[in-house]
C-alpha cells in the first residue's frame, strides 16, 4: 500500500504535471475567437500553439540537469511558479505578441515541471511500488494531454477564451504550496553548470523542432526550414565534440550504453511519432469529413483517452509481473494494429459511417498508449544510476516530445501530398496512408524493443531488481 507521505508526493507532482500537460493542445480549439479578439494573423495562431512547443521541448533536457544539481523539488517549484505566472499573462494579454511570449513562458515552466515530476516521484516510491506509481504518473500524462482539446472546447462554449489560461492560477497556486510543504528535497550528482553546452543543445533542439513545424507550411525544400534543419543537426554535432571531451559532461552519452536505456529511448521517439500523427489526423477527420463540432469529436475521443488513463496504472502492475518488454510490446502492438484498422474502415466504408465502427480501434489505440508509457518511464529509470535519473528523465521526455512533432510534421507532409483535398471523400483518401505512415512509425517502436534490446541484452546483465 502507498503511504500517505508518497500519496501527497503523487497528488502534487499529478496535479501540476496534468495541468503542464493539458496546455500543450487546449488551445487549439480557441484560436477562431483569439483571432477574433486580436485580429490576429494564421503567422501570429501558429505562434500561439509554437511557442509553448518550443520552448517546452528546447529545455526539457537542461531543467532537468540543473534539477539534480540545485535540487529537484527547488526546481519543480520553479516550474510551477513560472507556469502559474505565464498563465496570468497570457489571460491578461492584449495583443499577439503577448500571448505569444506568455505561452513561451509557459512552456519554459512545463519543461521543469513534467520531466521533473516524473523524477520526484520515481525516487520516492520503492522499487515495489514503483511501477504502480510511475502507471498513475502515466495515465496522467497522457490524460493531460489527449484531452486538452476537449477541455479547451467546454471551455469556449460557455465562457471567454481566457479562462482557458485563469483556470491554471488557483491551480498552480495551490501545487506550490502543497509541493513546498510535502515534497521532500533530493538531488543527483552535482555538475558544473556547462553555459556552452546548454546553448549548443538549447539552440541545435530549437533548429530541429521548428524546422519540423514549418515544414509543410513553407515546404521541405525551402531556404529557410533547410537552414533550421541543417543548422539545428549541426550544433547538436557540435554539442556531441564538447560535450565528450569534458570530464564532467553536461549530458552522459554512456548511458546509451546500455541495451535497455537506448532501445526505450529509441522507442518513445517512434511511439509519439506514429500515435501523435494519428491522433492529429483523426481530430481533423471526425470534424472536416464526418462533421462533428470541435466539442462533438472531443467527446468522441474520451473513448480513446479514457482506455488510456485506465490501462497506464494497470501497465504498471503489469510491469511487475510479466516485465518491460512483455507489457511494452503488447502495448505498441495494440496501437499499431488500430492505426491499421482505423485505415482499412476508411477504405472499406468510405467516410460516412456511425462512430461505433470507430469505437473498438479507439478503445485497442488508447490501452495501447497506456500499456506504453508506463514501461518505458519504469524501464528507462530502472536503466541507470539513481544520479542520472533526473537527466535520464529529461532525455525521455525530449526524446517523446521531438518525436510527436516529427509524426504531425511526417503526417501532414503524406497528407498533403497528391490532387488537393476539396471533399469529404478526398479528406478521407488522402487520410488513410498518413494513418498507415504512423503504423509503420509504431512497427519502428516495436522493432527497437524486440530486436535492438533482444540481440544485445545478453551481453548487458541488468542491475539488481531490474525488471526486463
Same mark, same amino acid.
Given at each position: 500500500?502507498?503511504?500517505?507521505?508518497?500519496?501527497?508526493?503523487?497528488?502534487?507532482?499529478?496535479?501540476?504535471?496534468?495541468?503542464?500537460?493539458?496546455?500543450?493542445?487546449?488551445?487549439?480549439?480557441?484560436?477562431?475567437?483569439?483571432?477574433?479578439?486580436?485580429?490576429?494573423?494564421?503567422?501570429?495562431?501558429?505562434?500561439?500553439?509554437?511557442?509553448?512547443?518550443?520552448?517546452? !521541448?528546447?529545455?526539457?533536457?537542461?531543467?532537468?540537469?540543473?534539477?539534480?544539481?540545485?535540487?529537484?523539488?527547488?526546481?519543480?517549484?520553479?516550474?510551477?511558479?513560472?507556469?502559474?505566472?505565464?498563465?496570468?499573462?497570457?489571460?491578461?494579454?492584449?495583443?499577439?505578441?503577448?500571448?505569444?511570449? !506568455?505561452?513561451?513562458?509557459?512552456?519554459?515552466?512545463?519543461?521543469?515541471?513534467?520531466?521533473?515530476?516524473?523524477?520526484?516521484?520515481?525516487?520516492?516510491?520503492?522499487?515495489?511500488?514503483?511501477?504502480?506509481?510511475?502507471?498513475?504518473?502515466?495515465?496522467?500524462? $497522457?490524460?493531460?494531454?489527449?484531452? @486538452?482539446?476537449?477541455?479547451?472546447?467546454?471551455?469556449?462554449?460557455?465562457?471567454?477564451?481566457?479562462?482557458?489560461?485563469?483556470?491554471?492560477?488557483?491551480?498552480?497556486?495551490?501545487?506550490?504550496?502543497?509541493?513546498?510543504?510535502?515534497?521532500?528535497?533530493?538531488?543527483?550528482?552535482?555538475?558544473?553548470?556547462?553555459? +556552452?553546452?546548454?546553448?549548443?543543445?538549447?539552440?541545435?533542439?530549437?533548429?530541429?523542432?521548428?524546422?519540423?513545424?514549418?515544414?509543410?507550411?513553407?515546404?521541405?525544400?525551402?531556404?529557410?526550414?533547410?537552414?533550421?534543419?541543417?543548422?539545428?543537426?549541426?550544433?547538436?554535432?557540435?554539442?556531441?565534440?564538447?560535450?565528450?571531451?569534458?570530464?564532467? %559532461?553536461?549530458?552522459?552519452?554512456?548511458?546509451?550504453?546500455?541495451?535497455?536505456?537506448?532501445?526505450?529511448?529509441?522507442?518513445?521517439?517512434? &511511439?509519439?511519432?506514429?500515435?501523435?500523427?494519428?491522433?492529429?489526423?483523426?481530430? +481533423?477527420?471526425?470534424?472536416?469529413?464526418? @462533421?462533428?463540432?470541435?466539442?462533438?469529436? $472531443?467527446?468522441?475521443?474520451?473513448?480513446?483517452?479514457?482506455?488510456?488513463?485506465?490501462?497506464?496504472?494497470?501497465?504498471?502492475?503489469?510491469?511487475?509481473?510479466?516485465?518491460?518488454?512483455?507489457?511494452?510490446?503488447?502495448?505498441?502492438?495494440?496501437?499499431?494494429?488500430?492505426?491499421?484498422?482505423?485505415?482499412?474502415?476508411?477504405?472499406?466504408?468510405?467516410?460516412?459511417?456511425?462512430?461505433?465502427?470507430?469505437?473498438?480501434?479507439?478503445?485497442?489505440? $488508447?490501452?495501447? &498508449?497506456?500499456?506504453?508509457?508506463?514501461?518505458?518511464?519504469?524501464?528507462?529509470?530502472?536503466?541507470? %544510476?539513481?544520479?542520472?535519473?533526473?537527466?535520464?528523465?529529461? &532525455?525521455?521526455?525530449?526524446?517523446?516530445? +521531438?518525436?510527436?512533432?516529427?509524426?504531425?510534421?511526417?503526417?501532414?507532409?503524406?497528407?498533403?501530398? @497528391?490532387?488537393?483535398?476539396?471533399?469529404?471523400?478526398?479528406?478521407?483518401?488522402?487520410?488513410? %496512408?498518413?494513418?498507415?505512415?504512423?503504423?509503420? &512509425?509504431?512497427?519502428?517502436?516495436?522493432?527497437?524493443?524486440?530486436?535492438?534490446?533482444?540481440?544485445?541484452?545478453?551481453?548487458?546483465?541488468?542491475?539488481?531488481?531490474?525488471?526486463?
Amino acid at each position: 500500500m502507498f503511504t500517505a507521505t508518497r500519496v501527497k508526493i503523487l497528488v502534487v507532482t499529478c496535479v501540476a504535471l496534468f495541468m503542464a500537460m493539458l496546455d500543450n493542445l487546449v488551445l487549439g480549439v480557441a484560436l477562431p475567437s483569439i483571432q477574433e479578439s486580436f485580429h490576429a494573423s494564421m503567422s501570429d495562431l501558429e505562434w500561439f500553439m509554437n511557442a509553448y512547443t518550443l520552448a517546452f !521541448s528546447v529545455l526539457l533536457i537542461p531543467f532537468s540537469v540543473l534539477g539534480e544539481r540545485f535540487g529537484r523539488k527547488r526546481m519543480f517549484l520553479f516550474g510551477i511558479a513560472i507556469f502559474t505566472i505565464g498563465s496570468a499573462i497570457s489571460g491578461m494579454s492584449e495583443s499577439s505578441i503577448q500571448l505569444i511570449l !506568455s505561452r513561451a513562458l509557459q512552456g519554459v515552466g512545463g519543461a521543469a515541471i513534467v520531466p521533473l515530476s516524473l523524477t520526484l516521484v520515481n525516487s520516492a516510491f520503492p522499487a515495489d511500488k514503483r511501477a504502480a506509481a510511475l502507471g498513475i504518473w502515466s495515465g496522467i500524462s $497522457g490524460l493531460g494531454l489527449s484531452i @486538452g482539446p476537449l477541455v479547451g472546447g467546454l471551455i469556449v462554449n460557455g465562457a471567454a477564451w481566457q479562462l482557458i489560461f485563469w483556470v491554471n492560477v488557483p491551480v498552480g497556486v495551490l501545487a506550490f504550496l502543497l509541493g513546498l510543504r510535502w515534497l521532500p528535497e533530493a538531488r543527483g550528482e552535482k555538475r558544473p553548470i556547462d553555459p +556552452l553546452g546548454i546553448a549548443l543543445l538549447g539552440a541545435g533542439l530549437f533548429g530541429i523542432v521548428f524546422g519540423l513545424e514549418r515544414g509543410n507550411e513553407d515546404g521541405w525544400g525551402s531556404a529557410t526550414v533547410l537552414s533550421l534543419l541543417i543548422g539545428g543537426a549541426l550544433l547538436l554535432g557540435l554539442f556531441y565534440l564538447w560535450e565528450r571531451n569534458r570530464k564532467q %559532461p553536461f549530458i552522459r552519452f554512456e548511458l546509451f550504453r546500455s541495451s535497455k536505456y537506448s532501445s526505450l529511448v529509441i522507442a518513445g521517439f517512434w &511511439m509519439n511519432a506514429g500515435i501523435f500523427c494519428a491522433i492529429f489526423l483523426l481530430t +481533423l477527420f471526425l470534424q472536416q469529413a464526418q @462533421g462533428y463540432s470541435a466539442l462533438e469529436a $472531443g467527446i468522441r475521443e474520451m473513448a480513446w483517452t479514457g482506455c488510456t488513463m485506465i490501462a497506464a496504472p494497470l501497465a504498471g502492475l503489469a510491469v511487475g509481473k510479466f516485465g518491460t518488454r512483455v507489457v511494452l510490446t503488447t502495448g505498441l502492438a495494440l496501437q499499431g494494429i488500430a492505426l491499421l484498422g482505423f485505415g482499412f474502415l476508411i477504405i472499406s466504408q468510405g467516410v460516412d459511417f456511425p462512430f461505433l465502427y470507430m469505437l473498438p480501434f479507439m478503445m485497442m489505440a $488508447g490501452a495501447g &498508449m497506456g500499456l506504453s508509457f508506463t514501461p518505458i518511464s519504469h524501464g528507462i529509470l530502472s536503466s541507470v %544510476p539513481e544520479e542520472a535519473e533526473g537527466e535520464a528523465s529529461g &532525455m525521455s521526455n525530449a526524446m517523446r516530445e +521531438l518525436g510527436g512533432v516529427f509524426g504531425i510534421a511526417i503526417g501532414g507532409l503524406v497528407f498533403q501530398s @497528391g490532387a488537393a483535398v476539396q471533399s469529404a471523400s478526398d479528406f478521407g483518401d488522402h487520410v488513410v %496512408p498518413a494513418l498507415f505512415a504512423g503504423a509503420a &512509425m509504431i512497427l519502428v517502436s516495436l522493432i527497437s524493443v524486440v530486436i535492438v534490446r533482444g540481440r544485445r541484452a545478453a551481453l548487458q546483465p541488468l542491475a539488481a531488481g531490474e525488471a526486463t
